[in-house]
């Protein structure tokens, strides 16, 4: 906890009072921080606000069969083309996946996985993801990109990652040096929000930990005995990766059980995670492709 709070630029407990201060000091910033932004002239990155990714979270569903769907829907409400939404079936799973074409050959992966534990509703792990994913397709939706931005919904990562190891055991060889990061978001809305430093690339997390302080976003780098992401599979085959999360010293009482509800996801928390996971992929844009291997 005290490497959080040297972290944290509203100096409260992490209680509601703590929130309200870190939600004003982000407000203060949306004004001027498309900036640091993938925004080229004439073009602006579209923000969400709090309140439209708590009611997205809101219709998490609570069958694991109807999640798939639910993603694909999560996204033409973001202004997605059907045309543009692919279930990618490899090795027994199936991932979504949303290509916005960039100029070059470089590619930016966004994840996070859709699928859940027959426990609960799965809302924090990870439908809170899944809804930070398509919030940040939403923002760069309209916007010319020279990298290529990939969006997927992994499955089945609750049985072993396996949605994303089918993923990168399809990338040749030849690609991987073309893959310049992979942002993962995992199980926002219960505290503070966090870099899973056991499931990520050093460089990738100090970029990370480097732009939530200049947009006054709380983030510290935590080790999470047991737990693993999506994005260790992108780190096996060399490709930097970063798992971004906001869980609680209590997870093992919410996730992966009948707690994991909407009602335990913190708005709040959930808008932290998501407009630093913004930040981060519209800075990796604008950077070289091996910035992020120094």
């Known amino acids: 906890m005290s490497n959080r709070r040297k972290l944290v630029v509203c100096a409260q407990p992490l209680g509601l009072a703590f929130f309200a201060c870190v939600l004003v000091a982000l407000s203060a910033t949306s004004g001027h921080a498309s900036r640091n932004y993938l925004a080229p002239q004439n073009y602006k990155v579209v923000f969400s606000t709090k309140e439209e990714l708590a009611e997205d979270v809101a219709l998490a569903p609570c069958k694991d069969s109807e999640r798939l769907n639910a993603v694909k829907a999560l996204f033409l409400k973001m202004g997605a083309r059907e045309d543009e939404l692919t279930v990618e079936k490899l090795d027994g799973v199936e991932n979504l996946v949303l290509l916005k074409k960039g100029k070059s050959p470089a590619t930016i992966v966004i994840g996070a996985h859709y699928d859940k534990v027959a426990a609960g509703c799965g809302a924090i792990d990870n439908w809170t993801g899944i809804v930070t994913l398509a919030h940040i397709f939403k ?91 999506d994005s260790s599979s992108f780190v096996s085959k060399k490709i930097p990766a970063i798992t971004i999360s906001a869980i609680s010293s209590e997870w093992r009482q919410v996730l992966h059980s009948d707690n994991d509800q909407v009602s335990k996801v913190n708005p709040v928390s959930l808008y932290i995670g998501y407009r630093v996971a913004l930040a981060l992929v519209g800075e990796l844009h604008n950077l070289p492709c091996d910035a992020s291997r120094k």
């Open 139 to 229: 923002g760069f939706k309209d916007i010319p990109v020279e990298k290529n931005l990939v969006f997927v919904a992994f499955g089945k990562e609750e049985q072993g990652l396996l949605g994303s190891k089918a993923m990168v055991k399809a990338i040749s060889k030849e690609e991987v040096n073309n893959y310049c990061a992979m942002v993962n978001i995992d199980s926002l809305g219960m505290t503070a929000l966090e870099i899973m430093e056991n499931t990520s690339s050093g460089p990738l997390t100090k970029r990370a930990v480097d732009i939530a302080k200049r947009i006054k976003a709380p983030l510290t780098p935590v080790t999470i005995a047991g737990a693993d992401a």
